[in-house]
């Protein structure tokens, strides 16, 4: 049905170009003869296939614009009979003996417009007469194209300021009368399509209403081209009678095209001085028209007339701008008992980003919007729309953006009460708008009560809202807890005070977080914290101060606290995390000479490697840590540093690998000589570890050759040579000539040996060996001399 419908239409539009283009060419052979009654008779009989009833809008105005094309050469043809000396005035009554209407009325049009031009009657009075005449068309699409032929034909003959055709008897309010008339008739012809055909056609009717909507739309960009209509005229005149159509029309469509086009096509500053009225207009407007939209254009228009210059801000506050769109919009939020929640929030964020830029040192109205959001939200409970959610992070944002700065959106009482209102999901979103905020702008934050207000915004990030076992992409929780894990490390403040302040608020947040964010969490707190530690240390000796305040923060108040957060991550479990952390902290109490607590952090370090480290590489990569660790601290006692250093150890020869055992205990000798404390230089139990180490390297041999029928890679005996030399270098009298001789002969036997598998990159190693060996006793002196007796 739809499809020959259309078949028909292009048939009947086709039938009425082929009418229009027959009478066209006699109309021009009249005219190329000069034929006025011949002309006239065919123009009109032209002009009569626009009288059809079976076109769509979309058909008709094609057919329109062919015949507009021929009216102005008819038009210039009028223009030549008058300068040839045929009287206009006659030709103006000749035109109307046309046998039909419509015919009869565009022909009027045409002369009349050669009328004006001709000056031989006022202006008003031929525009007048026009748009009086026009009425005589009811018919809403052949009606709209004729008023847009007069509007089209008269726009440059108004009798504007500065125009030829301005007189004593024509002034800009005749002109502005014409308009104001024509566009009047036009909306009423554009709304009575809407109730003409069956009701199920329905939609149709408003596609071809909005296809005709510009030519109505026309009148008002006509207006606000007009120069003599000042601030005064349109506040007077021009808006008021503009207005009073829109709301009389009571039609939802024309409503909202109407007020849009206002919003558009008339000056900012005028549409400033005349807020009230315009604003006014709204309560009165269907309910169904999406008002939040025109709203939220209009304060799209002036913020950005606002951030054009700062010389017209003044003019906001003057007419007091905030103040009258505040209770405009509460006013149509109260009219619009059924508009949805998405709404009410895009106007206010709407309203909240025109505060931002005309009153951004008015931080009170700022949240005066947010408040009267929070209201509205609150009788909704927590939102499901995904629109007004998206708006509600506009709405947040805008501050952010604003100020780069989130310490002044905090100062907003009501921002983290709009954000209680977020699900889960957007809660997080918005969380991390924050942090990136944060840190794009570098910024400071410096108190505990900011950091607390920050938490609590950050709540979605920091733990599970409502128990809520959320599914979530493992990759984007990673970023997520990074993302807070920088942001931890950023809050700083020079008062040292203060700073534990901060670390106490952050430990309060984030041990709430749960076992899956404290890995992420925890260690940007520990580093912070010892950052503190190290600074209070390199300021003050607290153990030498007497009059020192117990209350005060000291590195042991901030060891304990330490202690506490790496014991949380026992129930995740990490415990090669956890250990890390504990030896970090020891090294920071053997720099503040604080050996209780260093020793009570090595405790807590060996008993997570008996009890929880049970992985063999983990278990390797472990005990290097707390050796490594163990071989810096300076602060232990004698019994203290032997009792830590013989379970290190005792760890080393219990590991599952007989190569991890054997690098272990040779790691241990480093234990027994420390270069720079002469109190801690055992040869002897240096000489030991690397017996012990030899021992289990040939052990490792002779496992090998059991188990694969050759003695395996001589790398750990090349290892241990490297750590005889090392020793020996430094001064270890224990290490002989002759220990570190018999050992480049046992690995040169072992890689001759049938038995041994090659190993390039153990031969490679030992060359490397022996060739800092001929380095050094090329070197002379006393280093040449102590190298010169091992022979390669």
Request: proline fraction near 3%; aromatic fraction near 8%; charged fraction near 25%.
């Amino acid at each position: 049905m739809i499809a020959d419908g259309v078949e028909n239409e292009e048939k009947w539009l086709a039938a009425g170009i082929a009418g229009l283009q027959q009478n066209a060419f006699y109309m021009h052979r009249a005219l190329d003869s000069n034929n006025l009654r011949d002309a006239l008779k065919y123009s009109a009989q032209m002009l009569s296939e626009l009288r059809t009833s079976k076109l769509s809008p979309h058909k008709y105005y094609e057919l329109y614009m062919r015949a507009f094309d021929e009216l102005r050469k008819l038009e210039m043809f009028f223009k030549e009979e008058a300068r040839r000396g045929c009287s206009i005035i006659d030709l103006y009554e000749l035109v109307q003996h046309a046998g039909n209407i419509l015919p009869r009325l565009y022909l009027l049009c045409t002369v009349g417009s050669v009328y004006i031009k001709s000056k031989e009657a006022p202006a008003k009075d031929v525009l007048k007469d026009l748009v009086e005449m026009c009425r005589g068309i009811q018919h809403p699409v052949r009606g709209l194209f004729l008023r847009s032929y007069l509007s089209q034909v008269s726009r440059d003959k108004l009798p504007d300021i500065g125009s030829e055709y301005e007189g004593d008897a024509d002034t800009v309010v005749d002109a502005v009368e014409f308009v104001l008339q024509n566009f009047t008739e036009m909306n009423k012809l554009w709304v009575r399509m809407q109730h003409q055909g069956p009701a199920r056609e329905k939609e149709k009717r408003e596609k071809e209403r909005s296809e005709l909507r510009d030519l109505v739309g026309k009148n008002l960009h006509v207006l606000s081209q007009i120069e003599g209509v000042d601030l005064d005229m349109y506040k007077d005149t021009v808006l008021p009678r503009v207005l009073e159509q829109v709301v009389n029309c009571k039609d939802e469509i024309a409503q909202f095209y109407l007020m849009d086009c206002i919003i558009q096509v008339f000056p900012d500053e005028y549409h400033l001085q005349t807020l009230e009225i315009l604003l006014g207009a709204c309560p009165q407007l269907q309910p169904s028209v999406d008002i939040k939209t025109v709203l939220s254009r209009l304060m799209e228009r002036l913020s950005n007339y606002a951030a054009s210059s700062a010389e017209v801000l003044p003019e906001f506050l003057q007419v007091e701008a905030f103040s009258k769109l505040n209770n405009a919009i509460g006013k149509v939020i109260e009219a619009q008992v059924d508009m949805p929640i998405f709404g009410a929030v895009t106007l206010y964020s709407s309203l909240l980003t025109f505060t931002l830029h005309v009153h951004p040192d008015r931080l009170d109205y700022a949240d005066q919007v947010l408040g009267a959001c929070v209201k509205k939200l609150s009788s909704k409970g927590k939102l499901d729309d995904s629109k007004a959610t998206k708006q509600i992070v506009a709405l947040l944002s805008a501050p952010l953006e604003k100020y780069n700065d989130i310490v002044t959106a905090l100062k907003l009482s009501n921002y983290p009460r709009v954000m209680e209102y977020l699900d889960l999901e957007t809660n997080k979103i918005m969380a991390t708008v924050i942090i990136q905020s944060i840190m794009k702008n570098n910024t400071h934050i410096s108190t505990a009560d900011k950091v607390e207000a920050l938490f609590e915004l950050m709540t979605g990030l920091i733990k599970d809202l409502d128990g809520a076992e959320e599914e979530v992409d493992e990759d984007d929780f990673k970023d997520e807890q990074n993302s807070v894990a920088r942001l931890i490390q950023m809050l700083y403040n020079d008062d040292q005070e203060e700073m534990f302040q901060i670390i106490c608020t952050v430990k309060k947040h984030i041990m709430t977080g749960g076992p899956r964010r404290l890995p992420f969490t925890v260690p940007p707190l520990v580093f912070s914290s010892l950052k503190l530690v190290r600074r209070l240390q390199g300021s003050q000796d607290q153990e030498e101060n007497p009059f020192a305040d117990e209350s005060s923060t000291s590195p042991k108040k901030i060891f304990q606290l330490l202690n506490q957060t790496i014991e949380a991550l026992l129930i995740v479990p990490a415990p090669e995390l956890a250990l890390r952390l504990y030896l970090q902290c020891a090294e920071a109490a053997n720099d503040c000479d604080l050996e209780p607590v260093a020793y009570e952090f090595f405790t807590q370090a060996y008993i997570l490697y008996e009890e929880e480290v049970s992985d063999s590489k983990a278990q390797v990569t472990a005990l290097h840590l707390i050796i490594g660790t163990l071989q810096r601290m300076h602060v232990f006692g004698v019994e203290n540093r032997d009792t830590l250093t013989h379970k290190a150890t005792g760890y080393s020869a219990k590991l599952l690998k007989k190569p991890d055992q054997c690098r272990a205990v040779y790691s241990c000798a480093h234990l027994f000589w420390v270069d720079d404390q002469d109190n801690m230089k055992d040869g002897e139990r240096v000489l030991i570890c690397l017996k012990r180490a030899l021992r289990i390297a040939n052990a490792a041999q002779q496992m090998s050759n059991a188990a694969r029928g050759n003695t395996g890679s001589v790398s750990l005996f090349v290892e241990i040579l490297n750590k005889y030399l090392y020793f020996y270098e430094k001064g270890n009298l224990q290490i002989t000539v002759a220990a570190i001789q018999s050992l480049i002969e046992l690995i040169t036997t072992e890689m001759q040996s049938d038995n041994s598998a090659s190993d390039p990159a153990a031969d490679a190693f030992l060359a490397s060996t022996l060739r800092y060996l001929q380095f050094q006793k090329q070197k002379g002196g006393a280093i040449g001399e102590k190298y010169e007796a091992i022979k390669v």
